[in-house]
């Protein structure tokens, strides 16, 4: 029983243009919602969160967007570079319980020049 | 301000053999939680432990335990080894307790089990 789900395995879009990965969930215990980036050969870095009580956090060039009632959130990249083809990894966690991260499978997100 | 690591980077072990895997937290860190990525999933949650005691656990059998020490360093030990157990295994130190503590991986230990 996957809670959380990233139904995109792949994504290609080319340099300079906006990259949309989406992730959806079951459980609506989770408040807390990141994505992280992984690259060959190294652990996931955290790149972006997303507090319940907030529908939208911008850094720099990534957003993520969240749409509790569909149980729904996205990670916008705009522009899209070629250093961030990576495997993205939504996660997410329920507050007040322990610090488990619930990871979907990934989407790999290739930029090409 | 050292990352998180740890070691061994790779590892083969035959059906049935124990292996112990090994993470540094992040300097200040207290908090270490254990991951499994099999090939093609995400992440999966083994256990956390929290100044030295576990504090929560995934769907995993009672072969897979942990130790967290003193200096918050923490080990992964899993016995009987199966085929499956092949994965990548990584660890995570944060601060303290709170969902959105920002968790830190290390680059991750890959177990091959033959």
């Known amino acids: 029983d996957q809670q959380v789900k990233q139904n995109s395995p792949s994504l290609s879009v080319q340099e300079g243009r906006i990259s949309i990965l989406n992730c959806d969930y079951t459980n609506s215990m989770f408040d807390y919602f990141l994505w992280y980036k992984k690259y060959p050969a190294e652990g996931p870095t955290f790149l972006i969160s997303?507090?319940?009580?907030?529908d939208k956090n911008e850094d720099g060039r990534f957003t993520v967007f969240l749409n509790k009632s569909a149980k729904h959130l996205s990670l916008h990249i705009v522009p899209s570079q070629p250093g961030d083809s990576a495997v993205y990894f939504c996660?997410?966690?329920?507050?007040?319980?322990?610090?488990?991260?619930?990871f979907g499978k990934g989407t790999k997100l290739t930029v090409n020049p | 301000e050292t990352g998180v690591t740890q070691s061994p980077t790779h590892l083969i072990k035959t059906r049935g053999q124990q292996v112990t895997l090994r993470c540094s937290s992040q300097s200040g860190h207290n908090t270490v939680s254990w991951y499994q990525q099999a090939l093609g999933q995400g992440p999966q949650f083994i256990f956390q432990y929290y100044r030295e005691e576990e504090n929560g656990r995934g769907n995993f059998p009672p072969r897979f335990s942990g130790l967290q020490f003193p200096n918050y360093s923490s080990e992964l030990n899993v016995n009987a080894l199966e085929l499956d157990d092949s994965a990548l295994y990584l660890c995570a130190s944060s601060l303290g307790l709170a969902g959105s503590n920002e968790q830190f991986f290390g680059p991750g230990t890959r177990l091959t089990v033959l």
């Open positions: 996660a997410a966690s329920a507050e007040g319980g322990s610090e488990k991260l619930v």
């Open positions: 997303i507090s319940s009580i907030k």
